[in-house]
C-alpha cells in the first residue's frame, strides 16, 4: 500500500493503476476506522482492482460549536488497518492540501433540497461541506465505484443526487450499517460516550426498531407512535434533534401509499451526538 499525502502523487499512482486497466474504488473517511469502515473497504475490494481509503477531518463540514478540533485522529493505527486489509493507496492529505487558498472563497458545491431537513436543520452548513469535498475526492481520484455507509443516511442521498446532477461516472455504493452486539450502529463518536452513557445508547436502534415494528403493525397513526419514541428517548436522557419517519431514499414526507419507509434519529447523550436509522416495508396504507 502506498500511503501520501500529494494529489499530485496520488494522480500518478492511480494513472499507473489505469493504464493496467485496473478499475478504481474509492472509500472516502475521515479516519479512527472502525469494523464499520473495514466493511466498506471489503465492497470496494470486491468491486474494483485498485481501492484507494482517503482520511481526511474536512474543516468545511463542520460547524463553529462542532468537534472539528477533537476529532479523534489515529492515522498510525488505520493505515496498519488498511495495509493488512489489501488497501492499494491511502490518501492522506493535510488541509493545506485540500484548500490550499483556504476555505473562504473557496467554490462550494450546494446540495439539492434533499440536504433540507433532519441533519440538514440542524447543522447549518455541513452538507455543503460534505457535497464539497466528496466532489473534490471524485475528481481528484475518479473512481469507478465510491463507497459509503447507510448509517449516514441523508449524507448516502445527498451524494447519490451529486453524482447523478453533476454527471460523475462514478457508481455510488452503499454499506449496511454495522452494530455492536446491542445494537448501537458502529461510530467514530462511540468513543466520546461516558462508560455510563454507552448502555443507554443502544436505546436509540431499540427505539426505532420498536417505531417500525409497530408502524408494520399498523398499530396507529405514524405521528403518534413517533411522538411516543420520542418520550422515551427522552425520558432515558437523551435530548432529541429529530426522530422522524420518511419515504426511504427520497426522504419526503410519507404519504398513505409509501411502501419503503425509513425511521431517522438524531439524538445527544451528553455532549455526543449521535444518529441511526432503520428501512423498512409495510404493507397496508399508512396512517398518515
Ligand atoms: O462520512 C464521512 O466520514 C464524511 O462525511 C465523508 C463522506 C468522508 C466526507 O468528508
Not at 15 to 31: E, F, H, N, S
Request: charged residues 20%; hydrophobic residues 40%; contains cysteine.
Amino acid at each position: 500500500m502506498i500511503t501520501t499525502d500529494s494529489i499530485q502523487t496520488l494522480r500518478a499512482e492511480l494513472q499507473k493503476a489505469r493504464d493496467q486497466k485496473k478499475r478504481i474504488g474509492l472509500v472516502p473517511t475521515m479516519g479512527n476506522l472502525h469494523a464499520g469502515h473495514l466493511s466498506l473497504l471489503s465492497i470496494a475490494q470486491r468491486e474494483s482492482d485498485y481501492w484507494v481509503t482517503s482520511i481526511f477531518v474536512n474543516p468545511m463540514q463542520f460547524g463553529p460549536q462542532e468537534d472539528f478540533l477533537n476529532y479523534p485522529r489515529t492515522l498510525e493505527s488505520d493505515q496498519k488497518a488498511l495495509s493488512e486489509a489489501g488497501c492499494s493507496a491511502l490518501f492522506a492529505p493535510t488541509v493545506n492540501e485540500m484548500y490550499p487558498e483556504g476555505m473562504i472563497n473557496h467554490c462550494s458545491v450546494v446540495p439539492a433540497d434533499i440536504a433540507c431537513g433532519l441533519c440538514g436543520d440542524y447543522r447549518q452548513g455541513h452538507f455543503e461541506g460534505v457535497a464539497t469535498v466528496v466532489a473534490k475526492l471524485f475528481n481528484i481520484v475518479q473512481p469507478d465505484v465510491a463507497v459509503f455507509g447507510q448509517k449516514d443516511y441523508q449524507q448516502l442521498a445527498v451524494i447519490r443526487t451529486l453524482a447523478r446532477d453533476l454527471n460523475f461516472t462514478t457508481r455510488v455504493l452503499s454499506g449496511p450499517t454495522l452494530r455492536a452486539q446491542d445494537g448501537l450502529a458502529l461510530s467514530s463518536r462511540n468513543g466520546y460516550l461516558a462508560p455510563a452513557d454507552r448502555e443507554t445508547a443502544a436505546q436509540l436502534y431499540r427505539c426505532i426498531c420498536q417505531i417500525a415494528d409497530r408502524i408494520k403493525q399498523d398499530d396507529c397513526d405514524v405521528h403518534k407512535i413517533v411522538e411516543s419514541g420520542k418520550e422515551s428517548l427522552e425520558h432515558s436522557g437523551f435530548c432529541v434533534d429529530y426522530l422522524e419517519v420518511r419515504s426511504a431514499n427520497s426522504l419526503a414526507t410519507p404519504s398513505r401509499h409509501d411502501k419503503s419507509l425509513v425511521v431517522l434519529v438524531a439524538a445527544y447523550l451528553g455532549a455526543t451526538r449521535l444518529i441511526d436509522n432503520l428501512e423498512f416495508d409495510v404493507i397496508a396504507p399508512l396512517s398518515v
